[in-house]
């Protein structure tokens, strides 16, 4: 499966506390994690069987909760049994349509 997933604080605990902290410390569970990922400015997408990237989601907001008293989490996935690698070779495909679109 592939997962976009978005966590950060809705407040913490110090008001003047940059949310690109609380952020960083989920950012670091994923890479840790060993798992394919990347990251961009509104979501980290990773890869991996249901229960290993549940688990890596749920240590990443965990994360962030040591920080902060209330925190937002928000999933996409595609669940696509039998297949791996689909970060690299959906944007492949993508990139194949525009280029013959183009």
Known sequence: MIAAFSVAPTTTDNPSAEMAGAVARAVRVVRESGLPHETTAMFTTIEGEWDEV????????QAVEAVAPRVSLVIKADIRPGHDNM??????????????NS
């Open 87 to 100: 970060l690299v070779t959906k944007m492949q495909s993508l990139n194949k349509h525009l280029e013959e």
């Open 54 to 61: 549940m688990d890596v989601i749920k240590r990443a907001t």
